[in-house]
T-cell receptor, first 117, second 113 residues
Framework: AQTVTQSQPEMSVQEAETVTLSCTYDTSESNYYLFWYKQPPSRQMILVIRQEAYKQQNATENRFSVNFQKAAKSFSLKISDSQLGDTAMYFCAFMSLLSGGYNKLIFGAGTRLAVHP | NAGVMQNPRHLVRRRGQEARLRCSPMKGHSHVYWYRQLPEEGLKFMVYLQKENIIDESGMPKERFSAEFPKEGPSILRIQQVVRGDSAAYFC???????????FGPGTRLLVL
């Protein structure tokens, strides 16, 4: 069974600085998707970024980028120019593309990020 | 295009009562997933449905929990005879096709007294 591990329960960063959140996963599959979701204090789950395992190029979305290391099964999220609104829980998630997996998401335990002025 | 809708946003029940949680997927999305988030934990998969069919319920507790996604109307997650341990946030997500990104609703916070 797949597992997702986020080893940093809490992180903090100063406004305008850069922070990296870690995620590792375990799978025997070669084709899958990885996601980062953000959960602000409102508790809404918001998609931050998606990475397809077959793509070597790291995904980027504005200030958010990932470092995807397939062989190491590592998927870290880098937030540049941190803003107060980035304060949230961040969840890493794995999606199997096997037909029997039905694409259910497997989440890590989350990293609580605090951005300070 | 409205996002995934869930209601109610907050639900309070006494032990032994029934809880009914509703989810309307995004327009054009026929795949619905339910997840549960216990306090201070990540989300855990419960069930995956397509219209009128339960496809994967491997994450659902065997007793008291059921889900449906009728031909017309929202998907319903039903919890009978609730207990305090059912207190959690229940999230619904939808996607247009298998293998596509899932978009989440705002969640229903269930509190069992």
């Amino acid at each position: 069974a797949q597992t997702v591990t986020q080893s940093q329960p809490e992180m903090s960063v100063q406004e305008a600085e850069t922070v990296t959140l870690s995620c590792t996963y375990d799978t025997s599959e070669s084709n899958y998707y990885l996601f980062w979701y953000k959960q602000p204090p409102s508790r809404q789950m918001i998609l931050v970024i998606r990475q397809e395992a077959y793509k070597q190029q790291n995904a980027t979305e504005n200030r958010f980028s990932v470092n995807f290391q397939k062989a190491a099964k590592s998927f870290s999220l880098k937030i540049s120019d941190s803003q107060l609104g980035d304060t949230a829980m961040y969840f890493c998630a794995f999606m199997s593309l096997l037909s029997g997996g039905y694409n259910k998401l497997i989440f890590g335990a989350g990293t609580r990020l605090a951005v300070h002025p | 295009n409205a996002g995934v809708m869930q209601n109610p946003r907050h639900l309070v029940r006494r032990r032994g009562q029934e809880a009914r949680l509703r989810c309307s997927p995004m327009k054009g999305h026929s795949h619905v997933y339910w997840y549960r988030q216990l306090p201070e934990e990540g989300l855990k998969f419960m069930v995956y449905l397509q219209k009128e069919n339960i496809i994967d319920e491997s994450g659902m507790p065997k007793e008291r929990f059921s889900a449906e996604f009728p031909k017309e109307g929202p998907s319903i997650l039903r919890i009978q005879q609730v207990v305090r341990g059912d207190s959690a946030a229940y999230f619904c997500a939808s996607s247009p096709e298998l293998g596509e990104t899932q978009y989440f609703g705002p969640g229903t916070r269930l509190l069992v007294l």
